[in-house]
């Protein structure tokens, strides 16, 4: 058993929680963001998270500014005044979404189940209430509380389809898009956004047939729609009757839009085969049935052949096949159509770095990084970086990935293991020293690290009986397993129990070993 000695100075932290009235209702609420802070998250986290999510619908511009027309009138009569913004997505999944500062998204694959504009003006008035009534900046706060509270008990206690990458920096932005807004929240953005339909000349009865659907399709479970608008916007038959109730109180009538709204989305229900056969072909190729994907995706070219996704996953069939030539000649078409869609970088940069293409690749990932940030990029610069023997700089892109979760971030932390072992031994093995019930003096290593790690020297440091400090280096016998801890005797002096706590010591030395 060993006993060891800690010293731990436990901060108090104090915080001032201030209130701010809702815009919308007129309450005092818990606030702990300004309107500037507000205004930044949205403008800084709306184009990345647009990009996770599959990027901007650009093949039928008309929609969106359909769209844009739609929400703005709706906007009008709000009781905010933000830079309000709407795109539509080039995602499958039915979902609509708000970001601080009135950033908001409906996707391609909700606008398909709509019937009417008026359905259209309920979800986006929704949307907009939850930004003009700072529901998003409400939960932040709520978190930054809990966050507070649960650091503090630590100290004291102790001392898309694109969803596969490995997004950076994405922490706050994940959290908006999929913030589970409360009961309360929920209830003031469907009241409120009623009473904006009602205001921009929309019949509101379109928002009670809206929530019948959602209800009829939550109990059908269908998957799509339990993890797309369900999972942040839980449908029930309370919201269903407290929209009739709110309905009475409504003047009657009012633009319902169907011709219109089916008009406007002729396109789209035009081409969802060419979606739906792509969608399949994506599945198809995350299992490993690329011929399947094949024949999928030249379905969805027949049908539509200028839709940019669609030649990307035929760059990834081709990836897949380690055919990098004709991979690059997809991802480069697939560019020219969507210029701006990281994806498409990011996997050509892929293909062109396995070409031996290393100039082109580093532009093509540096400039899908500046859409999005993801580990996949890093990772591959840094194998870039260390072909070409820019060990510090391929250090530096593998430590950025390093720490995430799964195969990726394990392959990360190895490379940066095996190039910065050497001069950072006491970085990767964890020391701590103590004596055992038997007085003898130990070092307990733990190696957290994926690989077994031997040949290790310590540097030693105590006072010695005439109070003088003292040093010396020792190099321990038999090695760490991976995420293992072992025990070491130490060959030392006997040292009194003051001069143990002057003890420390410092890992010099530590090698991988098979």
């Known amino acids: 058993m060993i006993k060891l000695h800690f010293y731990t100075i436990l901060p108090i932290a104090f915080f001032l929680a201030s209130c701010a009235t809702n815009p919308v209702t007129g ?137 596969g990458l490995a997004q950076l920096g994405a922490g706050l932005g994940a959290q908006l898009l999929n913030t589970k807004y409360g009961r309360d929240a929920e209830r003031e953005s469907d009241h409120y956004g009623m009473i904006y339909m009602s205001r921009a000349g929309y019949d509101p009865q379109g928002a009670v047939d809206l929530q019948r659907t959602f209800v009829k399709l939550s109990e059908g479970k269908q998957q799509d729609w339990l993890s797309g608008m369900f999972a942040s916007h839980p449908a029930s038959q309370e919201r269903v009757e407290n929209n009739i109730k709110l309905l009475a109180t409504l003047p009657k009538g009012g633009e319902k839009g169907v011709e219109r709204y089916q008009s406007k989305l002729a396109y789209l229900k035009k081409v969802q085969l060419a979606y739906d056969a792509y969608d399949k072909g994506r599945k198809a190729l995350a299992k490993g049935e690329v011929t399947k994907a094949e024949a999928l995706v030249k379905q969805a070219l027949n049908i539509e052949p200028k839709e940019a996704v669609f030649y990307g996953l035929k760059g990834d069939i081709f990836l897949k096949n380690k055919q990098y030539e004709q991979a690059k000649q997809q991802f480069t078409t697939s560019i020219e159509l969507n210029p701006n869609f990281f994806y498409s970088y990011l996997q050509r940069g892929q293909a062109v770095f396995n070409l031996k293409q290393n100039t082109q690749a580093k532009a093509d990932l540096n400039h899908s990084l500046k859409l999005l940030r993801t580990g996949n990029a890093y990772y591959v610069l840094g194998n870039i970086a260390q072909a070409e023997n820019d060990l510090a700089k391929a250090k530096e892109y593998y430590a950025k990935v390093a720490s995430n979760k799964g195969e990726l971030g394990i392959a990360a932390y190895t490379a940066l293991l095996e190039l910065d072992l050497k001069d950072n031994p006491d970085k990767y093995v964890k020391l701590r020293l103590g004596k055992t019930n038997q007085g003898n003096i130990v070092a307990e290593l733990s190696n957290p690290t994926p690989k077994n790690l031997g040949n290790i020297k310590l540097l030693l440091q105590f006072q010695n009986p005439a109070g003088r400090k003292q040093q010396v280096q020792q190099r321990l016998k038999g090695s760490i397993a991976a995420g293992k801890k072992q025990a070491f005797s130490l060959t030392l002096p006997a040292l009194t129990e003051q001069q143990l706590q002057s003890l420390q010591g410092k890992v010099i030395a530590a090698q991988i070993i098979n």
Do not use: C
Request: glycine share 10%; net charge negative; charged share 20%.
């Open 27 to 163: 309450e005092n609420e818990l606030s702990l963001i300004n309107e500037e802070k507000e205004l930044a998250i949205g403008a800084q986290q709306y184009l990345p998270a647009r990009q996770s999510q599959g990027g901007d619908f650009i093949i039928d511009q008309d929609l969106t500014a359909y769209i844009t027309e739609v929400g703005n009138k709706l906007v009008a009569v709000g009781d905010r005044d933000l830079p309000y913004e709407f795109k539509v997505l080039n995602n499958s999944v039915p979902n609509a979404w708000a970001m601080p500062g009135g950033k908001i998204s409906i996707n391609r694959g909700l606008l398909i189940h709509l019937n009417s504009e008026a359905e259209l003006a309920a979800v986006l008035g929704h949307e907009i209430v939850h930004a003009a009534a700072k529901h998003a900046v409400r939960q932040m706060s709520r978190g930054m509380l809990l966050q507070t509270a649960v650091v503090g008990t630590a100290i004291a206690a102790q001392g898309s389809e694109y969803g």
